[in-house]
Antibody, heavy 121, light 111 residues
């Protein structure tokens, strides 16, 4: 069965950086686009970024554009989110999720359990 | 402000039916059959309930159904059960640069 396991969350000061990882198993990772979606405490879901199956196409929410970078290593079956210049409003649970297509133009199918990122001084 | 509009809350009694709406534009909900619905219980990850407007993944009860008319998609839960109490989110592909948008979420209370 599909399994997505996020790691790398924690407490970080404003302006600093953090990298999240998502280890995938149970499906052919290199055949699917992947998303990051976040949820601030007590708030709704917010789409963050998507990357195509081969990493050639990436799209970002306006709120993170220029600060966050999505990437993947198909040989390691791992998705990444590099988060720079972090702000208090980036505090959220970050979910990695599998797209049903290879391009990344569909809402996600499967979700990980999430990693909590807290930006605080 | 979320790109897709959902009611903040709905409620119903066991056995009844409820419908949650999700209103977008012709650039997302109205223009593509790429609407999904998710159920999220407190402290848990979202779970896919409906994809491509009206398709149910295996394991999802047939009490859950989806439809779309114009720029509005709907999730209907019939024969409401206590275990259906949760937050529900809609999502759609969008032709804007962001690719995917979510609704603000609807809290379902089973009375």
């Amino acid at each position: 069965q599909v399994q997505l396991v996020e790691s790398g969350g924690g407490v970080v000061q404003p302006g600093r950086s953090l990298r999240l990882s998502c280890a995938a198993s149970g499906f052919t990772f290199s055949s699917y686009a992947m998303h990051w979606v976040r949820q601030a405490p007590g708030k709704g879901l917010e789409w963050v970024a998507v990357i195509s199956y081969n990493g050639n196409n990436k799209y970002y929410a306006d709120s993170v554009k220029g600060r966050f970078t999505i990437s993947r290593d198909n040989s390691k079956k791992t998705l990444y989110l590099q988060m720079n210049s972090l702000r208090a409003e980036d505090t959220a649970v970050y979910y990695c999720a599998r797209d049903p297509s290879f391009v990344g133009q569909q809402p996600p199918l499967d979700w990980g359990q999430g990693a909590l990122v807290t930006v605080s001084s | 402000q979320s790109a897709l509009t959902q009611p903040a809350s709905v409620s119903g009694s066991p056995g009844q039916s409820i419908t949650i709406s999700c209103t977008g534009t012709s650039s997302d909900v109205g223009g593509y059959n790429s609407v999904s619905w998710y159920q999220q219980r407190p402290g848990k990850a979202p779970e896919l309930m409906i994809y491509e407007v009206s398709n149910r993944p295996s394991g999802v009860p047939d009490r859950f159904s989806g439809s779309k008319s114009g720029n509005t998609a709907s999730l209907t839960i019939s024969g409401l059960q206590a275990e259906d109490e949760a937050d529900y989110y809609c999502s759609s592909y969008t032709s804007s640069s962001t690719q995917v948008v979510f609704g603000g979420g609807t809290k379902l209370t089973v009375l």
